[in-house]
C-alpha cells in the first residue's frame, strides 16, 4: 500500500512517526506531533502559533491545512477561519476538533475568492505543488485587496528556493514521489514580487520565519 497524506494523519493522530523522504537520498522525520497541536506541542511550537495566529485579524484561510491546529484556534478566538485540504483525514480532523474545513485542492475554485484578510501557508505550505510563485499567485487572488499572505518559509541560506521530489514515508512503506519547495528567507521577496506581492517584514521565531506579504498595488496609507 502506498503512503498517502491520509496514512500520514491516521498515524499522526495515532502518535506514531512519518517521515518525508528526498530524491536526494535524505530522509527527515516529520513534525506531525507540532501539526496535531495539543499537549504535544512544545513551547517554541506554541509561540510560532501564536506569532501566525497573532497576524491572522479578520477572515483567514488556512491553505494545507493538516489536521488543523491552527484553523481550530482561529475559530475559539472568534476569527472566522477556513481550512482546505485535499486529505480526507485532514478535513475529518479539522472538523472533528471544532474547524471548519472542505476537503478540495487550493487551486480549485474557492469561497470567498478575493475577500480573505488572511491566507495562512503554515508549516512550509509555500512549498505545495513545488512552484512557489504559482502558489503565491493562487495565495493573491484569494486575498481582499488589504489582506495579507503569512507563509513560513526557511532560515535565510544560500539555496534561495530549492525545488525538490519527494514521498511520505512510513517505517515500512513509501508514498508516489511529488514535487516540493523548500523557499528560504531571503529568496521571499523574489517570489513574492513574481506573484504580484511584496513582503512587508519576515518575523524570525526561535529560529523559524514567518513572511507576511500584501498585494504589490495596496498601500497602505
Ligand atoms: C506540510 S503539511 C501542512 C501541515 C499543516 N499546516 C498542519 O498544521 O498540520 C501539507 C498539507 O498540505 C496538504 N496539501 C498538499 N497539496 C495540497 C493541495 N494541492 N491542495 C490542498 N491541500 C494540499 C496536505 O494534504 C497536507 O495536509
Redesign the pocket.
Known amino acids: 500500500m502506498s503512503v498517502t497524506?491520509d496514512t500520514l494523519?491516521h498515524r499522526a493522530a495515532a502518535g506514531l512517526p512519518c517521515w518525508i523522504g528526498d530524491s536526494d537520498g535524505s530522509r527527515e522525520q516529520l513534525p506531525t506531533a507540532r501539526?496535531m497541536g495539543g499537549t504535544a506541542s512544545t513551547p517554541e511550537d506554541l509561540r510560532a502559533d501564536q506569532a501566525m495566529i497573532s497576524r491572522c485579524t479578520g477572515p483567514t484561510i488556512d491553505?494545507?491545512?493538516?489536521?488543523?491546529?491552527?484553523t481550530e484556534a482561529l475559530a475559539r478566538r472568534g476569527v472566522s477561519a477556513l481550512g482546505?485540504?485535499?486529505?480526507k483525514a485532514?478535513v475529518d480532523l479539522t472538523i472533528g476538533r471544532g474547524g471548519n474545513a472542505v476537503l478540495?485542492?487550493?487551486?480549485e475554485p474557492l469561497p470567498e475568492t478575493g475577500n480573505w484578510s488572511c491566507v495562512l501557508l503554515?508549516?512550509?505550505?509555500i512549498g505545495?505543488?513545488g512552484d512557489p510563485v504559482r502558489l503565491l499567485r493562487r495565495a493573491a487572488d484569494l486575498l481582499a485587496p488589504d489582506g495579507a499572505v503569512i507563509a513560513e518559509v526557511d532560515a535565510p541560506s544560500h539555496h534561495g528556493i530549492r525545488n525538490r521530489t519527494v514521498r511520505w514515508e512510513t517505517d515500512t512503506m513509501v508514498g508516489d514521489w511529488f514535487a516540493w519547495s523548500s523557499v528560504s528567507a531571503d529568496a521571499t521577496a523574489s517570489i513574492a514580487d513574481a506573484a504580484g506581492l511584496q513582503v512587508v517584514d519576515v518575523a524570525p521565531i526561535d529560529g523559524r520565519y514567518f513572511a507576511r506579504m500584501t498585494l504589490r498595488s495596496f498601500t497602505n496609507s
Open positions: 497524506a494523519f501539526w491553505l494545507g491545512c493538516g489536521p488543523g491546529r491552527l482546505v485540504d485535499s486529505s485532514a478540495k485542492d487550493l487551486f503554515a508549516d512550509g505550505n505545495i505543488g
